[in-house]
């Protein structure tokens, strides 16, 4: 057996480069790629040319290698965090476990010495029992290539697309406790695990350790596709209407479900050379083409080749493209063969199993070995053709920022965190937080609405709901919030006079409840008179200096009619306001529905529930009031008091108000300026208005929605809308979606995973940045956001029964659980 130590390539890692033992130079760079559907033909293009413009700054003698790493790696749960609600701990249980492929992308530039022998799959380091270096360093040739590659890197940074990281020495040769990148490589180690050193055999094929290793290689012309580009269609994700863009080598990359690494060569060398070489080929061609049909197709496809080159000025490389792939589970070994296959039969390529100069190409593909790699195992092309075979694409990341919500990637449903309300004010990617959800009945709505109100609202958030269809109901009782509902045994109260602790009756609360008694008293179109509001206002603060000197009365509107009638009676009496300018007679006879004893005696006179200034969460149903003349102005009027009080004198703590399905009960002349007041003033109160529609003629065919809520709403939220697809121009239209928008909206639920329950949830936020994400949850989740009735009454049934929702949630969940599990 030969020593390790006599064929290693690798002298030496210093000063952030790796040296070989031929004087090979190797700048190594993590990068950070686009997410996986994310991007537009557009994106696609300029990401490509981006590629192209960089590695054209490589100097001669130069590899550039991509190397993808997708390993199976699986969802480890936080269970460290005791400040973890109920909901929040059952989600961390139910995505335990949960596999995915981790990527990562790295980039080798690799400058070799001039005069550097030539490697082949017959002359390679592996075969060698001993490599001594043919070339010192040169200090100006380090600076010229490290100059180069700054270029290269600030290139494809520029593009927004990408960020480039440079690896430092302990990245490239690891320390005691975390394996380097080119120890990850030997030992296939992912991106968690600890060093370890395995048995390396590449006889009779190659074994790393316990893992059987194969590669596929696109090394031949003839086994590539006819034609390549930027991109290509998804059919899975594709509609009649629209096409779906991926990655033209994306089967390769994430979508190829196994341990895999991709690995991208470009070689470029004298390019007068390459041509003189070709042209040599050519006449040789040509002088047997007599004799074969085959020799005179490869002189006539040598000849374009050259022509190209010559007339467009393209730079001519060699390729190679390879996929290193092996499996932790040996009785999955065989299906790998079909898996690449398959993947990369959707770029019409035929994949070859390399075993003959397999170890060769392994071996090439060591950090800071690439200049070893065996030429005869690559392919003249150019580089505009050569970088379309480059994956652009990596997994769904979560964002930086502590707050956000908890969403599934959509390829596995790997829970990301996703923040669509403040980092993207920072980035400037939005410029409110203001957000307009459409979705149709079915497609998810109402679950993706509770999960984020529930996100919210456990990281301190106040939120006020008005909801027609008790959507919220077991959400509100969970987290113990105030909810309003209207029913003949249990009337909706309110009380505007109270002030809970903290609270003080200011010109914003005085006006508020002015402005409420007058609407009381008067019809919609019947004005009131400047005299009647100062009588108005002269009531009240007499009341008020009646409660300072009278503490033992509850503030309510009772005492405060008790009050009129008694104390104002004698202030009117004495004649300091004249009838004419106030008939106290007519006021006190058209609120008398509202005194003690009257049909609406319980609607101001609440005596529990009374501090919404400080409760974070609390819904107004109004299902059962949204047609009341009387009862439904009352209480919008009551609800927008609370928004702006909240408003202006929280300091520094969200808002959330979220209008869902009312917003046309509401979108009364009224009430409309409200609306429209709300989306345009909120956000400077550290507010997020949030309004909910389920369909699209409500959309096209309501004013305040068009002018005054999209317009303000730079937060798109749209789930399912399949059913509108044949009409889905004129929303395009209305809501200034792009086509890749487009597409990605289309697209929604069209590859759910038939194993999985979720729906899929596009946001877009402002107008370059749109995503799709899985709105997946655990079953206690599901149970306290079902709007199914059946379920909502087994989980009150249960909640009767344990003593609160939470432990009857928790039994039902255990029981379901039970149910499904063999």
């Known amino acids: 057996m030969i020593e390790a130590t006599k064929i290693f390539p690798i002298y030496k890692v210093e000063h952030d480069c790796i040296l070989s033992m031929a004087g090979d130079i190797t700048i190594v760079y993590r990068a950070s790629l686009p997410e996986i559907f994310t991007l537009s033909e557009r994106d696609y293009e300029i990401f490509h040319q981006a590629w192209v413009r960089a590695i054209k700054l490589l100097p001669q003698h130069s590899v550039f290698h991509k190397q993808d790493w997708f390993i199976a790696s699986k969802h480890k749960a936080d269970y460290h965090n005791n400040s973890q609600s109920f909901l929040s701990r059952s989600s961390e249980q139910f995505f335990n476990e949960r596999p995915y492929l981790d990527h990562e992308c790295f980039i080798f530039l690799t400058k070799k010495p001039s005069g550097r022998k030539v490697s082949t799959s017959a002359y390679s380091n592996i075969l060698r029992k001993s490599i001594v270096p043919t070339q010192t360093i040169d200090p100006l040739l380090f600076q010229e290539f490290s ?25 490239l040769a690891g320390t005691a406790n975390k394996a380097g990148i080119i120890e990850r490589y030997c030992f296939l180690l992912g991106r968690e695990q600890m060093p370890m050193i395995r048995d390396i055999h590449v006889q009779d094929g190659i074994t790393v350790g316990d893992k059987k290793v194969e590669l596929y290689a696109l090394s031949d012309a003839d086994d590539l596709p006819a034609l390549c580009g930027s991109r290509i269609n998804y059919d899975r994700y594709s509609t009649d209407r629209t096409k779906f863009s991926i990655g033209f080598a994306s089967p390769l990359g994430a979508l190829l479900n196994c341990n895999h690494i991709l690995n991208q060569y470009v070689f470029i060398d004298d390019a007068q050379q390459t041509i003189k070489r070709l042209e040599a080929k050519k006449l040789r061609l040509q002088s047997l083409s007599a004799y074969s049909r085959e020799n005179s197709i490869n002189r006539d496809a040598t000849n374009d080749y050259l022509n190209e080159a010559l007339a467009s000025g393209k730079l001519p490389v060699k390729a190679h493209f390879n996929v290193l792939v092996w499996s932790d589970d040996p009785s999955k070994t065989a299906d790998l063969k079909n898996l690449v296959g398959s993947a990369m039969a959707q770029m019409d390529a035929v994949a070859k199993q390399e075993t003959d100069g397999q170890a060769q190409i392994w071996y090439a593909g060591l950090p800071g070995n690439e200049a070893d790699f065996p030429m005869n195992d690559t392919f003249d092309t150019f580089l505009e053709q050569s970088t379309c075979f480059f994956n652009l694409e990596s997994n769904y990341k979560s964002s930086l920022s502590p707050f956000g919500i908890r969403l599934g990637d959509r390829l596995t449903g790997n829970p990301v965190h996703v923040d669509i309300s403040d980092l993207p004010m920072e980035l400037s990617w939005i410029g409110n937080r203001s957000k307009f959800l459409c979705g149709p009945s079915g497609s998810g709505k109402s679950f993706f609405t509770n999960h984020m109100m529930r996100s919210y609202y456990e990281q301190g958030s106040h939120v006020v709901i008005m909801d027609i269809g008790h959507s919220y109901r077991g959400l509100c009782d969970l987290v113990n919030g105030y909810y309003f509902t209207y029913s003949e045994d249990d009337p909706i109260k309110f009380n505007p006079f109270y002030l809970s602790d903290g609270d003080v009756m200011d010109t914003e609360k005085r006006e508020s409840i002015k402005t409420l008694l007058l609407a009381l008293w008067k019809k919609d179109d019947e ?4 005299s009647e509001y100062v009588a108005v206002s002269n009531a009240l603060t007499l009341y008020l200096s009646h409660l300072d000197r009278n503490p033992d009365i509850f503030p309510c509107f009772n005492s405060f009619y008790d009050f009129l009638m008694s104390e104002y009676m004698q202030v009117l009496e004495n004649g300091k306001v004249k009838e004419k300018d106030f008939d106290i007679g007519n006021f006190l006879y058209v609120l008398n529905p509202y005194y003690k004893g009257g049909e609406f005696d319980y609607l101001l006179n609440a005596t529990e529930n009374l501090d919404m200034l400080h409760e974070r969460f609390i819904v107004f149903e109004l299902d059962n009031l949204k047609d009341h003349p009387i009862l439904f102005p009352v209480v919008t009027m009551i609800i927008m008091e609370l928004v702006i009080s909240k408003m202006r004198k929280l300091k520094g703590i969200r808002k959330v108000m979220l209008i869902e399905e009312c917003w046309k009960a509401i979108a009364k002349p009224g009430t409309a300026e409200y609306v429209r007041y709300l989306f345009k003033t909120m956000r400077k109160f550290f507010g997020e208005p949030i309004v909910v529609t389920q369909e699209v003629d409500d959309i096209i065919g309501s004013p305040i929605v068009k002018n005054a809520i999209i317009n303000n709403s730079d937060c798109k939220i749209l789930l399912d809308q399949s059913k509108y697809q044949n009409k889905f121009d004129q929303i395009q239209e209305l809501l200034g979606l792009t086509d890749k928008e487009k597409a990605q909206i289309l697209s929604l639920n069209k590859a759910n995973d038939p194993t999985k329950k979720y729906k899929e949830v596009f946001i877009s936020l402002g107008s370059e940045h749109s995503k799709v994400y899985r709105t997946e949850v655990s079953v206690e989740e599901y149970l306290t956001y079902t709007t199914e009735e059946r379920e909502k009454n087994q ?21 379901i659980r039970a149910i499904k599990s063999p």
Do not use: H, M, W
Request: aromatic fraction near 8%.
């Open 147 to 171: 100059d180069a590659a700054g270029q290269f890197e600030r290139i494809l940074s520029d593009t927004g697309l990408c960020v480039l990281e440079r690896l430092n020495d302990d990245d």
């Open 527 to 530: 004005p009131y008179t400047r």
């Open 795 to 815: 989980v009150q049934e249960y909640a009767r029964k344990y003593g609160s929702i939470q432990k009857g949630i928790a039994v039902l969940a255990k029981e």
